[in-house]
């Protein structure tokens, strides 16, 4: 019966009553929906709208969101990420300098992208080829002199296949029946051997603090020769592979099969191996032109150490600077007596005949500042002689110089001065002696590199000269040294032939990543499993039994027992902790799929609830069933328990929540990962991707998929199990 009747719904009092009850029912519904919408709107965001907590993400319907959102693929792990972002996008502002901040700024990333979104046609028409002339420079510029932002996740599974092929490589009877566990324990072996340091797991894999951190723009920075840094060096080149580039495998494969190409295996054609024939690399390199020309793997921008200089307070004081103030344009055009708009057009690096006030300051640049790992020098005999001269004054005699450096030179003429900085297994002492040694040489001994030089030679080959080149590209360069790679055109080539897949794809690998995580580590599916059907079992069983007995039969201190079993819910979980982890390691249990189970087996509050329902039971159905000849057993099962249905489902979907959830009791009880839970790995992995929140995010959501899908089934089930109860 209805508690307002119809007739009284008529009145407006009661349609008022109406309405706030309708009104306060959305706001609670409400408070329960939206914060797992912000939870899934998390799981498929990154660094740029992670701190947005949108309800629904604004990328799904803003093309603008999507453009700069898509950065986040190519500037995000290294260390200022964000100067080399500006440096590649001059019209980003100098305040983006995190991704949290430029996430908050909506009119400045719609600006910015609009300025790629909506350029005017004859701007675009010119982009295919400087995106081309960009994807050919790159495919040959050193791995070693690029900047990658991929995800640790990422970089864990792509190391994963790796090692996995090379242990199947070198033991070739064992990997053929392998089963794919003991591939990967393999795989996990060797690297540990390799890296001379046991390894947990691939997906625990970090470069973020160590090589993504690299200094790049320090003057003496050498990478360290490591087999970790090597590896490292495979994954920056497997997303100068397109690896992790959004569409970009599948659109290449589908180029294949439209040109009549036919593989093996897809690993024989991407990413394209070094061994593969020359025709193939040749339509791979065709590919990249049209469709990637950007690659997750962005040459070093020198210019951002030139600013960086230029912004010191050496030069602020020489040019008296307001303290605190920026070296501006308005400075520059005043020392090389130009007229240029803004800093990003200046040329880099300064040409020869620029007036010497500009050239004084490129000079000290040249000699503290640039980075030796990208100078070279021209050993002509008499700078030979210098050098020789200098080890003998560092080193003093033949033999401390053998000793040290690892030769066999019989006099210091032997000693030969190499062109540029010695690499290789045991060169670390030869090469400090070479820094040393051109620390000391004018800027102009030195032979500078770096992308910039690079791909103005690049340039200069193909087109010849600077008026050719602005005919082609519609730039209107002064002189070559103001050409600088276009990245921004080769970015938004890629990002528009691959635009969904760059909104989606990310999302999915989320995901995938934790998928892998929880089927791969351990035994989580298998443990989470026999951990809830034994805690129902155990809750169906253990709990009816005690509050059948309690109830049927008059026992002495009964009411005693009750007050024990309901003490036992006054305390927090964590109190029962202790004393039960020690009762667990005096009998054994430690590791065990019963140290997990039998703590929670019986539960006071349940126990009481079921005892309640049973005494609400008319006496005459018990009564009835013992004239029948029913024994107490087939009292309880056929008599007693089909009432109590609904208790019993509640109870078990109680049990449930408690065992799929749970992780602090299990992270207590085992050490052994073997018998950790979903619940336990997922914790575990947010210790891992501190990093990368989303993707544990996304973790949070995969796993409560199974309780929002009992949830859903079970509507009505539960709905019983609370007004049943009521209305006895």
């Known amino acids: 019966m209805a508690i307002l009747p119809v007739v009284g719904r008529k009145s407006p009092r009661i349609a008022l009553v109406i309405a706030i009850i309708y009104a306060a029912l959305v706001v609670l519904g409400a408070s329960m929906v939206v914060p797992f919408l912000i939870t899934l709107s998390s799981s498929a965001s990154n660094d740029y709208d992670y701190d947005r907590f949108d309800v629904i993400p604004r990328y799904l319907w803003s093309r603008e969101d999507r453009f700069v959102k898509g950065l986040v693929l190519y500037f995000s792990e290294f260390k200022k990420a964000d100067e080399q972002m500006r440096a590649c996008f001059p019209e980003m502002p100098d305040h ?12 400045t990333v719609a600006r910015v992208a609009r300025h790629y979104l909506e350029a005017p046609e004859a701007e675009r028409a010119r982009w295919p080829a400087i995106a ?24 864990g599974m792509y190391l994963e296949e790796r090692y996995e092929r090379l242990w199947a490589a070198a033991e070739p009877a064992a990997a053929a029946h392998a089963w794919a566990s003991a591939r990967r324990a393999a795989a996990l072996a060797l690297v540990g051997r390799t890296w001379g340091m046991p390894i947990e797991s691939f997906l625990a894999v970090s470069f973020k603090t160590t090589e993504q951190s690299a200094p790049y723009w320090q003057q003496s920075y050498f990478p360290l ?33 439209a040109q009549g190409v036919s593989w093996t295996s897809e690993g024989d054609v991407f990413p394209v191996p070094a061994t593969a024939s020359e025709d193939l690399k040749a339509r791979w390199l065709e590919f990249k032109k049209a469709d ?11 210019r951002t150490q030139w600013r960086a200089y230029l912004d010191s307070e050496a030069v602020q004081r020489e040019l008296a600077l307001a303290p605190g103030a920026r070296f501006a344009v308005a400075d520059y055009n005043r020392l090389a007596g130009t007229q240029y708009a803004t800093l990003a057009a200046t040329p880099f690096p300064v040409p020869a005949d620029a007036p010497e006030a500009i050239r004084k300051h490129w000079r000290k640049f040249v000699e503290e500042w640039y980075p030796l790992r990208l100078t070279q020098v021209r050993p002509t005999p008499a700078l030979e002689q210098e050098y020789r001269a200098f080890l003998r004054e560092r080193l003093r005699t033949i033999e401390s110089a053998n000793k040290l ?3 066999r030179c019989r006099g210091w003429d032997e000693f030969r001065l190499s062109a540029s900085p010695p690499t290789g297994p045991g060169s670390a002492n030869l090469r400090s002696l070479w820094v040393s040694f051109v620390q000391t040489l004018p800027m102009e001994e030195r032979v500078l590199g770096g992308s910039e030089a690079a791909y103005q030679r690049f340039l200069l080959k193909k087109y010849q000269d600077v008026d050719t080149i602005n005919k082609t590209y519609g730039w209107k360069l002064g002189r070559i040294e103001e ?14 032939k691959h635009e969904a897949a760059f909104m989606y794809e990310p999302v999915l690998g989320n995901y995938a990543a934790v998928w892998k995580f929880l089927t791969e580590t351990g035994n989580a599916l298998f443990v989470t499993l026999a951990l ?9 069983t253990v709990n009816p039994i005690a509050a059948y007995a309690l109830s049927r039969f008059n026992m002495r201190g009964q009411d005693k027992i009750i007050l024990y079993m309901l003490a036992t819910t006054a305390f927090p ?26 703590p929670g087996a019986a539960n006071g509050m349940a126990i009481f609830i079921l005892k309640g329902f049973f005494d609400s039971l008319p006496q005459e159905l018990f009564e009835a069933a013992v004239i029948d000849g029913a024994t107490e057993w087939q009292i309880f099962r056929i008599v007693a328990m089909p009432l109590i249905k609904p208790i019993l489902a509640i109870n078990a979907l109680t049990a449930f929540i408690m065992a799929y959830n749970g992780w602090e009791w299990a992270l207590i009880i085992c050490q052994n990962r073997s018998m950790w839970t979903i619940a336990v790995w997922l914790y575990q992995a947010n210790e891992w991707w501190a990093y990368t929140p989303w993707v544990t995010t996304a973790g949070f959501v995969l796993a409560s998929i199974p309780t929002l899908l009992v949830f859903v089934f079970c509507q009505k089930v539960i709905l019983r199990g609370i007004i049943i109860p009521s209305m006895k």
């Open 532 to 540: 809830i059907g034994l805690t129902i079992l155990f809750t169906l």
């Open 132 to 155: 081309a002339d960009y994807a050919e420079w790159a495919e040959a510029y050193p791995v070693e002199d690029c900047l990658s932002a991929v995800k640790d996740i990422q970089a």
């Open 483 to 496: 050409a600088t790679p276009p990245f921004d055109v080769a970015y938004a080539v890629t990002f528009l």
């Open 225 to 257: 020769e490591e087999a970790r840094y090597a590896d490292f060096l495979e994954t920056r080149r497997a997303c100068k592979d397109h690896r992790f580039t959004p569409g970009v495998r599948r659109a290449w494969l589908a180029a294949l099969r």
């Open 292 to 302: 990637a020309p950007a690659a997750i793997a962005v040459p070093f921008a020198l």
């Open 573 to 598: 979980a964590m109190v029962s902790a202790i004393p039960a982890y020690l009762l667990m390691r005096d009998l054994g249990l430690l590791n065990t799929m019963l140290a997990l189970v039998l």
């Open 405 to 407: 450096l690892d030769a």
């Open 96 to 107: 983006w300098t995190t991704w949290q901040v430029i996430g908050k700024d909506e009119e």
